[in-house]
């Protein structure tokens, strides 16, 4: 079992739909990261979260450390959303910024 | 403007044939990271750099190397290719090896091997 996983695997939505994109871990994190990377492009860092909420434009994100989990969010979903979403984490322990990376969700925003 | 770059953007190269990947920033990081993403995986640590001090993870093929002359710069060079080693090449760069630092990805090189 990977230590984080990401659902839905993948996604395809309307736009202007709300999207929600869910990561669970199971190991001590100090630090949870979403990524973006678009078809055959590099990977873009969204949000870097230890608690709450981060908000950017129309993402959100927010991280529930008690239950291991974070979700990242879309409003007014747009087809130049449509990337993969990348949840990846820094483990709590070693002094190491070594990223368990998430598979990913592949979204689709369909106009 | 682009604070970590990778060139070239697509590379190809021969069975056999060494290649070099480069990465510069403008960050002045401490830390400097080779990743490889294969197609629909998420992205493999290769090794990094702290300063001049090199880490490389347990299972990075000796295939794999790579050398940072200064701060600024960092080089992957693959000296045999095989047709398993096509891939996103993605560097990064953080501040420090604190796990609090943000990373800063650059836009990846794409390797085709022929």
């Known amino acids: 079992k990977n230590e984080v996983e990401q659902s839905p695997q993948n996604l395809t939505a309307q736009e202007g739909e709300f999207i929600t994109i869910n990561c669970s871990y199971s190991v001590g994190i100090s630090a949870l990261h979403w990524l973006q990377q678009h078809p055959g492009g590099g990977i873009v860092s969204l949000f870097m979260?230890?608690?709450g909420k981060k908000k950017h434009g129309r993402l959100i994100a927010t991280i529930n450390i008690q239950e291991k989990h974070s979700s990242l969010h879309i409003t007014a979903s747009h087809p130049r959303d449509s990337a993969v979403y990348i949840c990846a984490v820094n483990r709590l322990r070693g002094a190491t910024n070594k990223l368990i990376f998430g598979t990913g969700t592949l979204l689709a925003v369909q106009p | 403007d682009a604070m970590v770059i990778q060139n070239p953007r697509y590379q190809v190269t021969q069975f056999g044939k060494p290649v070099t990947l480069s990465c510069s920033q403008t960050l002045n990081h401490n830390v400097m990271y080779w990743y490889q993403q294969k197609s629909s995986q998420a992205p493999k640590l290769l090794f990094h750099y702290y300063d001049k001090d090199f880490n490389n993870e347990a299972d990075t093929p000796d295939n794999f190397q790579s050398r940072r002359p200064n701060t600024s710069f960092c080089f992957l060079d693959i000296r045999s290719p095989g047709l398993g080693d096509a891939a996103m090449y993605l560097c990064?760069?953080?501040?420090?090896?604190?796990?609090?630092?943000?990373?800063?990805f650059g836009s990846g090189t794409q390797l085709s091997v022929l």
């Open positions: 990064a760069t953080s501040r420090d090896w604190d796990p609090s630092e943000k990373l800063f």
């Open positions: 979260l230890s608690s």
